[in-house]
């Protein structure tokens, strides 16, 4: 019992402890939504835009993602039209 008293005793005076570099919450959350907001209007901007369309590293994707549905796209004609065709029986 006197070592939960002196736990929650322990805790309360935590509180008041300050260290050295420690910064408040409030200034903490302001600088988080200034960085994200200035990120954002970074990475949207036509010219951000722009690079990344142009960006070697999309292009390639981009034309590998096209060429398999064009080949999906062929490869289900060629099924349609393989495909034996069912006989009416009269």
Not at 20 to 48: F, L, Q, W
Request: net charge positive; hydrophobic share 45%.
């Amino acid at each position: 019992m006197i070592g939960a008293i002196l736990a929650i005793l322990s805790l309360r005076l935590l509180k008041s402890i300050r260290e050295e570099g420690e910064v408040e919450k409030n200034k903490v959350i302001i600088y988080m939504k200034t960085m994200v907001k200035r990120d954002i209007k970074k990475n949207m901007s036509p010219e951000a835009i722009v690079y990344r369309i142009n960006n070697p590293v999309i292009l390639p994707a981009i034309k590998k993602k096209m060429m398999r549905y064009v080949v999906r796209q062929q490869v289900k004609v060629e099924d349609f039209m393989n495909a034996p065709q069912k006989q009416k029986i009269a």
